[in-house]
């Protein structure tokens, strides 16, 4: 298991303007393809990513899990074998212990199908993630197909206080009645849904047919506001359907908006600023090769008036 702690980095004046102004927009026309990767042989990449934010009044992460299993739905971007899993405790006051971990293969609703696959960090089936912190799994020998939807479920055995999580997946998540069902294939005891990623920041595969990571950086338009839920329609999800279109070498598509955040004001809302979180959210993304940022609107709109009190 490897743990990492976010490290901001500090883009200064002019770096900040150029967030605030730039809106760096890719077209992947018919029969085009990225540039190759220049012989750096990328190959673990960022399948699907979720920027962690703080808990947020009135959601689930205000009050935390106990005994709790918490089933996240993701979309692979690219496919690859093995894959390994990120999870994180950045936004919590102390370590966060976790009694298991599976992926499998999403079905209806919260129940998988097929095979579901033990997820083990350090050599560990239980374990702890420090305050502030994110851990990567050990390699999983599960063969993941492009665009394809999975599964993961984190089992919470103790109270976890406020939850680090991702506010507005556009995706139908699970929580479960009391107890560990993270081996559960049926729906069953998935009894709460909602509407928010919870501990999960990441899915890293090994794909020797792409040849990097490019990240989307943004605000509620990368992050897919107001798409259909549990379509997979946000912008980020076109682009990876397109990459996926053509031939040869690709790239993985790594999502990481946040609905409502700003180039240089944080908040308990809308996530830490652009400026503090892009070192953990772009450059520490495995095999990232390219960014794309659209970010500002917001440092204009809500300028005047904040949207929400103490934001």
């Known amino acids: 298991m490897s743990a990492k702690t976010a490290r901001p980095v500090h883009l200064g004046l002019l770096g900040a303007a150029a967030l605030l102004i730039v809106a760096l927009i890719v077209a992947v026309l018919p029969g085009s393809r990225p540039a190759a990767a220049g012989g ?3 190959s673990w990449v960022t399948s699907w990513s979720a920027s962690a934010q703080v808990a947020a009044p009135g959601s689930l992460a205000v009050g935390g899990f106990d005994d709790r299993t918490v089933r996240d739905i993701i979309f692979a ?5 093995p894959i390994r899993l990120e999870l994180t405790n950045a936004f919590g006051s102390a370590p966060l212990r976790v009694g298991r971990v599976t992926v499998a293969v999403a079905g209806s609703g919260a129940a998988v199908a097929g095979q579901v696959y033990p997820v083990t960090f350090g050599g560990r089936a239980s374990f702890q993630i420090p305050a502030g912190a994110q851990v990567i799994s050990d390699p999983v020998a599960m063969r993941v197909w492009p665009l394809e939807d999975l599964a993961v479920s984190v089992y919470l055995p103790g109270r976890t206080g ?6 507005d997946a556009q995706q139908v998540n699970w929580v479960s ?20 990623w919870y501990y999960l920041s990441g899915l890293i595969v090994r794909s020797p047919g792409t040849d990097g990571t490019v990240v989307v950086f943004g605000d509620s ?27 040869g070498p690709t790239l993985s598509v790594a999502d990481e908006g946040i609905s409502g955040n700003r180039v240089l004001r944080g908040s308990r809302f809308f996530g830490a600023s652009a400026e503090a979180r892009f070192r953990r959210d772009v450059l520490d993304q495995p095999g990232v090769r390219d960014v794309i940022v659209l970010e500002g609107i917001n440092d204009i709109g809500f300028g005047p008036v904040p949207p929400h009190p103490g934001a």
Not at 77 to 81: A, E, L, M, R
Not at 162 to 167: I, L
Not at 223 to 245: C, E, H, I, K
Request: no cysteine; proline share 3%; glycine share 10%.
């Open 77 to 81: 971007s690219v496919g690859g074998d």
């Open 221 to 247: 338009i990368t992050d897919g506001f107001q798409s259909t839920v549990g379509r997979n329609d946000r912008w980020p999800d076109d682009l990876a359907r397109r990459l996926d279109a053509l031939d």
């Open 162 to 167: 406020r939850a680090t999580f991702h506010s």
């Open 40 to 42: 750096r042989g990328f």
């Open 177 to 196: 009645a009391p107890g560990d069902h993270a081996a559960d294939r049926d729906a069953r005891a998935f009894t709460t849904a909602t509407s928010s």
